[in-house]
């Protein structure tokens, strides 16, 4: 159980993991964004070269990015077939018409646009976000990001504050729920077997305990942190401060270059448009 | 003038219907400034009640009398304001039972830094305490590791680096050494040791081991919230009786020795660790 990782983590040393957690967001974002502003075929492509750039900059294997696709496939399939048959087009673009299914070129063009605009989508936002960047990094970036709200009295310190802890307490309540079920099967309980029913009914006797036990740690934890002076985000320092470096900046040029170039892709329309 | 100044302190906790349930009864103590002290008692006795006191720590003081004076200042009065609090907590620093209900953050040095930076410290300053504390508990090489992957014994030597980031003057061990194996409670024993040796840091350690309790310089024996024995370990170790009447057992030696000194073996000095137990053996046979 020492072994847990948290999230979808790949360690690896690459720029991208070396970038600003508040810059990655960021990134994010605007990659989100622009695989929304794609509309033809050159910027479809142009967004999927990016994603193939990506991967093989943050050297995330693509046996990892490939099992974090699967989970959308059906997804994708899903919207893919909708946009075939679903998508009108000119009447001299017809491909094939049988009774009451029309399916004309711009429906293929359609569901591929929209196949490359998800699994871009999803390659972008995990690798900034999710492979690259530990939980911990993550909500600290979001915290600091947020922080202006803190004028609006938004309690930003407080969420960060919660993600942290939780973050910390899941490997020890998994651990703790292991040995729950250990020392109830080891008093005959059956978790694996019987209806849905009764594998729900078996599983109350590890929840009770492992919700006591929950609380009382919650009571200690708040008794040492109010030792350790803690009173909110009230006049609270911190050590490590982000810092964005050349490299980041760097980064957040290159999107916007890349911003631009979808742009103007798409001023210029090359074929069909979306 | 004595560090800590407890004067006839009285506690009640309430129960669900409201009545009050005495813990701690007429306690008077006095606690020098680099002292090492060892608070024995059996369970239920008072002790954690005790400790949270001195941090102001506990919910409700409706049923508290009595004066808690902590360097000249009286904790308990009603005048006492935020600030005055967090100067007392930063001053005085708790060290709890379970290791990982006292650790906040998901990497060891940033969780040293919880106390400093709730102190509102510049950064420079916070990584300074940071590195020194973690060097003070031989743990600089695991700055950067994730506390759940750490032993027992490590996992309660980061977090008594938190709180020697604070830089305390005294710290409270709520029997710390209670969830560790023998090799963590060596770790955290001869670390609470040197803290007291070389920082002239005063200790309370709470304990249920008396192994741990003839090491210190004074030990302290609760009863039922009464202060039953104060004094050196020698002077507690030979009240045998008084002890069992606390719930609490001889060290393993020092009833050995007091059982053969019983049959008529003439023995001397003190028994209370196995090294002082085989001086006076030896030389008893030599005689
Ligand atoms: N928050 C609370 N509310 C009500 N009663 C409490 C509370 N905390 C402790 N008590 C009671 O006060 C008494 C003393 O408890 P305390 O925790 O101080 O004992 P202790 O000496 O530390 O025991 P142990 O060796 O088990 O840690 C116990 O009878 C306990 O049931
Ligand atoms: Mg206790």
Redesign the interface.
């Known amino acids: 159980m020492k072994g847990i990782v948290l999230g979808q983590y790949y360690p690896a040393d690459s720029v991208i993991h070396r970038l600003d957690p508040r810059i990655k967001i960021i990134l994010a974002l605007i990659y989100i964004v622009c695989s929304f502003l794609c509309r033809n075929i050159f910027s479809f492509v142009l967004l999927f070269m990016s994603s193939i750039v990506l991967i093989l900059v943050s050297r995330i294997p693509l046996k990892i990015v490939f099992r974090s696709l699967r989970a959308i496939i059906f997804i994708m399939l899903f919207t893919a077939v909708l946009n075939v048959f679903w998508t009108k087009g000119e009447p001299e673009n017809l491909l094939v018409s049988w009774k009451f299914i029309n399916i004309y070129t711009e429906g293929i063009y359609n569901a591929v646009f929209i196949v490359v605009r998800i699994v871009s989508m999803i390659i972008g936002s995990s690798i900034f976000m999710t492979y690259t960047t530990t939980p911990i990094q993550l909500t600290d970036g979001i915290e600091r990001l947020l922080s202006p709200l803190k004028k609006l009295h938004v309690p930003v310190h407080e969420f960060a504050m919660m993600m942290t802890i939780a973050l910390r307490f899941i490997p020890i309540i998994v651990e703790e729920t292991q040995k729950i079920m250990s020392a109830q099967k080891a008093r005959g309980a059956d978790f694996s077997s019987g209806s849905l029913m009764k594998r729900a009914k078996a599983l109350v006797p590890v929840l009770i305990p492992l919700f006591i036990s929950a609380f009382r740690r919650a009571g200690d934890l708040a008794t040492a942190m109010t030792c350790r002076c803690y009173r909110g985000g009230k006049g609270r320092t911190k050590m490590t401060v982000l810092k964005c470096r050349a490299r980041d900046y760097v980064m957040l040029a290159v999107s916007a270059a890349f911003t631009a170039a979808v742009v103007v892709i798409n001023i210029y329309s090359f074929g069909y448009t979306m | 003038m004595a560090y800590i100044k407890i004067s006839d302190l009285n506690f009640s906790y309430r129960d669900d219907d409201g009545n009050f349930i005495p813990v701690l009864k007429d306690i008077s103590l006095e606690i020098e400034k680099g002292e090492y002290i060892a608070v024995l008692g059996h369970n239920g006795s008072g002790k954690s009640t005790l400790a949270?006191l001195l941090?102001m720590?506990i919910d409700d003081y409706e049923g508290m009398t009595g004066k808690i004076e902590i360097n000249g200042k009286d904790i308990t009065s009603p005048e006492i304001t935020e600030d005055e609090i967090?100067e007392l907590?930063?001053d005085v620093?708790?060290v709890?039972q379970?290791p990982?209900?006292?650790?906040?953050?998901?990497?060891v040095?940033?969780d040293v830094?919880?106390?400093?930076?709730?102190?509102?410290?510049?950064?420079e300053e916070?990584?300074r305490r940071?590195d020194d504390a973690l060097a003070t508990v031989g743990m600089s090489e695991y700055a950067r590791h994730e506390?759940?992957?750490l032993s027992g014994g490590q996992k309660q030597r980061v977090a008594i680096a938190?709180?020697i980031a604070?830089m305390p003057e005294c710290m409270i061990f709520d029997e710390s050494t209670a969830m560790l194996d023998p090799i963590g409670r060596k770790e955290v024993i001869e670390t609470i040791e040197k803290l007291n040796r070389e920082r002239h840091i005063t200790v309370l350690s709470i304990t249920h081991y008396m192994d741990e309790a003839v090491r210190a310089g004074r030990v302290i024996v609760l009863n039922d919230g009464n202060i039953l024995l104060d004094g050196t370990p020698s002077y507690i170790f030979s009240k045998p009786d008084l002890l069992r009447e606390a719930g609490l057992d001889l060290p393993q030696c020092a009833d050995l020795m007091l059982r053969l000194k019983k049959r008529g073996i003439p023995l001397e000095g003190d028994f209370n660790t196995p090294e002082q137990c085989v001086r006076s053996l030896l030389n008893a046979l030599h005689k």
């Not at chain 2, 990982?100 to 990497?107: G, Y």
């Not at chain 2, 830094?113 to 950064?123: K, Y």
């Open positions: 949270k941090n720590v967090y907590r930063k620093g708790m709890f379970n990982d209900n006292q650790l906040v953050a998901t990497i040095e940033e830094a919880f106390g400093p930076e709730n102190l509102g410290l510049p950064r916070i990584r940071v506390p759940h992957r938190g709180i604070m």
